[in-house]
C-alpha cells in the first residue's frame, strides 16, 4: 500500500518545481551556492556531451536547441533543488554543523601531510624491495611467464 505523505512529498517537489518563493533564503547560503554550482557544473557537462550526440540532436535547429533547452531547464531544477524545503533544511543543518568543526592549524597540517607522504614512501620502498626479491627468487628457481609462448 502507498504511503500518503509520499505522495504528498512528490506532489509538494512538483508544486514547488514552479513556485517562484524562496524557503529560508538567507539561511545555509554557502552549502546551497556550493551545492547549486556542483549541481550546476554536471548540467553544463552533460549539455556540452549533449551538444555532440548525434542520434538525439541530429543535424539543424535541434543540434543547438536541444541542449540549450536541457541547459536552462537543468539550471532551472537546480535552483528549485536547492530551495526544496526539505533539501534546503538538510543543507542548512549540513552548514550548521560544518560550523561546529574545529579546523586544524596550518602547522598541524603541514606535519599530519609529511607524516602521510613519508610514511608512503617508506611503503612503496618496501612493496618495490619485497617485489624485486621475490622475482629475482623465481627467476633463480626457473618459476616464471614467458613473453612469448611460440
Known amino acids: 500500500m502507498a504511503n500518503p505523505s509520499n505522495k504528498q512529498s512528490t506532489a509538494g517537489y512538483f508544486a514547488s518545481f514552479f513556485s517562484l518563493s524562496l524557503h529560508k533564503p538567507k539561511q545555509g547560503m554557502v552549502v546551497r551556492?556550493?551545492?547549486?554550482?556542483?549541481?550546476?557544473?554536471?548540467v553544463?557537462?552533460?549539455s556540452y556531451r549533449?551538444?555532440?550526440?548525434?542520434?538525439?540532436?541530429?543535424?539543424?535547429?535541434?543540434?543547438?536547441?536541444?541542449?540549450?533547452?536541457?541547459?536552462?531547464?537543468?539550471?532551472?531544477?537546480?535552483?528549485?533543488l536547492v530551495y526544496?524545503?526539505?533539501?534546503a533544511d538538510f543543507l542548512i543543518s549540513v552548514e550548521a554543523e560544518m560550523n561546529k568543526v574545529s579546523w586544524p592549524s596550518k602547522p598541524e597540517i603541514v606535519r599530519s601531510s609529511l607524516v602521510v607522504i613519508v610514511t608512503m614512501l617508506i611503503l612503496t620502498?618496501?612493496?618495490?624491495?619485497?617485489?624485486?626479491?621475490?622475482?629475482?627468487?623465481?627467476?633463480l628457481l626457473g618459476v616464471g611467464y614467458q613473453q612469448n609462448p611460440s
Do not use: C, M
Not at 51 to 63: A, D, H, L
Not at 125 to 139: I, Q
Open 84 to 87: 526544496y524545503p526539505r533539501f
Open 44 to 46: 553544463l557537462f552533460a
Open 33 to 42: 551556492q556550493v551545492t547549486f554550482a556542483v549541481f550546476a557544473i554536471i
Open 50 to 80: 549533449l551538444y555532440y550526440y548525434e542520434p538525439i540532436v541530429g543535424e539543424g535547429n535541434g543540434k543547438i536547441f536541444i541542449p540549450i533547452g536541457f541547459l536552462l531547464a537543468g539550471l532551472w531544477a537546480t535552483f528549485r
Open 125 to 139: 620502498a618496501a612493496l618495490f624491495s619485497f617485489d624485486t626479491a621475490w622475482h629475482l627468487l623465481f627467476d
